[in-house]
């Protein structure tokens, strides 16, 4: 046997999976050992195949198109909401509330229950990932309203990095905002985002979290979009920030929802949208994009500083 050293071609196949917004990799792999999926006609149980173009995957009987150019979204996430694709207690979820046009997409990161604000949706598997890294290194920026007041001291120990219950929490960045009657407002940064990290550590400096909104996630800003409103990032602006490589001009297709062939043979669009059921129209919002290295970007015009979306253009649109 010839032994070489040149890697397969094509990608695994959970990460295409996960690339054409059928399912994380984690849960491609659980479909994949539960018999789920079949390329080229044959059923696989391990995700140690490597998968090209020329390959025909089937997802529970239904064929698997080519990936959408990467897209990513700003959603405001209202409180009581669950970010999960199935809730086991049955409770409503962020994808059961996401209007009827959008294709299937994926949560970067969670917001709990009680939480509210800047919530990020990706058609992309690789972007959702790569988003929730925490080599990324990204600030996420929280307002946070407390019970009462706390002292500098006690906000001092979030400052150097706490442990909590055997959970190292790295220097969180806090700043006292302002006392409102019987609570008071801070604005707390992080870069790792664990489960529960703000009100978990707040407690543990016997502070009570009644309201937690988080308004930016990296350069990636809440702004003005209203609760329960979706705002798409602009292809232009998502490739700048995330050095994203254009699409060649030839391969560029029109934007439209990712479609399923339903029993009966007819596509259904959008039947592969979010991870729940249906929900309301989104709502004009003025959310943007955050800031670059050479100053905010504004979804609107993509140019530093401005502060105006730039003139409409004759045309159609190739963002």
Known sequence: MVMTDTPPDGDRIAKVLSRVGIASRRDAERMIAEGRVSVNGKTITSPALNITDRDRIVVDGKPVGQPEPARLWLYHKPAGLVTSAKD???????FDNLPEDLPRVMSVGRLDI???GLLLLTNDGGIKRRLELP????????RVRINGSVSEARLDELRKGITVDGIDYQPMI????????ANA?????????KNREIRRA?????TTVNRLIRVSYGPFQLGKLEAGAVEEVKARVLREQLGLEAPEPQKARPRKPLTRVMKSGAPAAGATRGEGGKGGPAKSSTARSGPTKSGPVRSGTGKPGSAKPGPAKRGPRRD
Do not use: P
Request: charged letters at 30%; aromatic letters at 10%; proline letters at 0%.
């Open 174 to 181: 806090v700043t006292f905002d302002r006392q409102q009657g």
């Open 114 to 116: 009680n939480s509210e």
């Open 202 to 206: 707040m407690e543990a400096v016997n």
């Open 88 to 94: 086991e207690k049955d409770r409503t979820t962020v």
């Open 185 to 193: 407002w801070l604005t707390i940064s992080i870069r790792e985002g």
């Open 135 to 142: 080599s990324t290194g990204w600030l996420r920026r929280y």
